[in-house]
Nanobody, 133 residues
Framework: QVQLVESGGGSVQAGGSLKLSCEPS??????????MGWFRQAPGKEREAVAA???????SYADFVKDRFTISRDNIKNSLTLQMNDLRPEDTAKYYC?????????????????????????WGQGTQVTVSN
């Protein structure tokens, strides 16, 4: 069974940076274009889409991370990264790698709904990001 494995989470002070990475445990058996991205979930809150990227490098970001986070992918390895700069305490959450978003490859307006609708092919286990003042 393919798993997505995230790394790079940790604790940082406000204003700091972290880089998250995600790789599949084995090659994804997909011969078509597919969308990858990141979600996050803070305690007591719903899982929300953060950033998405398609096979052509077209990206989409949530308003709350625009100009601070950068998503990128390697189409050969099907790996994903999220460079997070100028982190804020409100960015504290568990971050999840997600591959094969169905229907849309964008955060707005429906990206976050994909989780509740079961419209994402693969999920990682999540990596914790904690930002302190």
């Amino acid at each position: 069974q393919v798993q997505l494995v995230e790394s790079g989470g940790g604790s940082v002070q406000a204003g700091g940076s972290l880089k998250l990475s995600c790789e599949p445990s084995q090659p994804l058996a997909l011969t078509r274009d597919f969308c990858m991205g990141w979600f996050r979930q803070a305690p007591g809150k719903e899982r929300e889409a953060v950033a998405a990227i398609d096979n052509h490098g077209v990206t989409s970001y949530a308003d709350f991370v625009k100009d601070r986070f950068t998503i990128s992918r390697d189409n050969i390895k099907n790996s994903l990264t999220l460079q997070m700069n100028d982190l804020r305490p409100e960015d504290t959450a568990k971050y999840y790698c997600a591959a094969d978003w169905q229907l849309v490859c964008s955060v707005e307006p429906y990206g976050s709904a994909l989780y509740g609708l079961g419209l994402v092919g693969w999920w990682g286990q999540g990596t914790q990001v904690t930002v302190s003042n």
